[in-house]
Structures are given as structure tokens and as C-alpha cells.
């Protein structure tokens, strides 16, 4: 099972940045007009600024919809990223749909070590590794993918290996 971006979802998250922009942009020209304090000023910036990269993080996104991020199937979990690679069953622990900060996040729970995405993954596949209690996992934001979480799990339950 091929697990893509929804390509709906992210157009429809990377016109929203851009509306995000553009009023942030008004708004530093109103502020601009009439005088501000600084902090009105980096405020203005900053939340246009951080709305414009989480933009193109959404059509980076829209540009790779068609192609898979994450593959399920009898070897493993395979995120496709250079620096993560394969998982193979026997380095994973569990594999969980778990709510994180209200928000659903499908995350492969692997023995150390755990393969290390680089900040390029972090930042435009929302790809990281959480260490917690001595347990690594990988973890994504579901929501992103074309799948259901019915069946990423009827996936998973279908190509591991029993126990």
C-alpha cells in the first residue's frame, strides 16, 4: 500500500498560505501608513513571513502528490526519503494511529537505531524521530495522505508478520 499526499488537502492548505500572505502584506502596509509600535511591526513579519514558508511547504507538497511517501507492504515501512529508507518488519516494535497535540499521527515504533531524517525531511514531510523512555518511533501527520486510517491499519495488519 502506497500512502500519497492528498493533493486536494495541500492545494487547498497552500492557498490558504497564500491568502495568509497577502493579508499579512496589507496589513504591514496599513501598519507602515500609520505607525505602530515595533513589536506591531515583527509581529506583522513574522506571522507573514512564517505563513509564506509554511506555503511552500504545501506546494512542495501539491508537487509530489502523485508520488508515493510511504509504502506498506512485506518488507516493511518504507518512508521514501534517502536518509530513512526501509524499515524491515524485524526493527519494527508497533505500529499505532495516535492523537499528538490534536492531531492524528501515524508513527512506526523501531528498535534502536532508528534511522535519522534530515532537517529537509523534518521540515517538508513532517518526517521526525521522537525518543521518549527509551522507545524511538517515526512519526508523520496522518492527515496529510491519501489513505484512511482503516486502511493503513488493515495494511499494516495484512503484511506483518506474526508474532
Not at 524499515?87 to 494511529?97: D, F, G, Q
Amino acid at each position: 500500500m502506497d500512502l500519497r499526499f492528498d493533493r486536494n488537502r495541500m492545494v487547498a492548505s497552500a492557498a490558504a498560505c497564500i491568502v495568509g500572505c497577502v493579508v499579512g502584506i496589507v496589513l504591514l502596509a496599513a501598519v507602515l501608513d500609520h505607525g505602530a509600535p515595533a513589536f506591531v511591526y515583527g509581529a506583522v513579519i513574522g506571522g507573514t513571513v512564517a505563513t509564506g514558508l509554511y506555503g511552500i511547504v504545501f506546494l512542495v507538497h501539491v508537487v509530489n502528490a502523485g508520488k508515493p511517501v510511504v509504502t506498506i507492504d512485506d518488507r516493511g515501512i518504507e518512508f521514501h526519503r534517502p536518509e530513512v529508507g526501509l524499515v524491515p518488519w524485524a526493527s519494527v516494535e508497533k505500529v499505532e494511529i495516535e492523537k499528538v497535540m490534536g492531531s492524528k499521527r501515524f508513527s512506526v515504533y523501531v528498535r534502536p537505531p532508528a534511522p535519522r531524517p534530515g532537517l529537509a525531511t523534518k521540515l517538508l514531510y513532517s518526517l521526525a524521530l521522537l525518543k521518549r523512555g527509551g522507545t524511538e518511533r517515526l512519526t508523520t501527520i496522518l492527515g496529510r495522505f491519501d489513505a484512511s486510517e482503516a486502511d493503513i491499519r488493515a495494511a499494516v495488519d495484512r503484511y506483518r508478520p506474526a508474532a
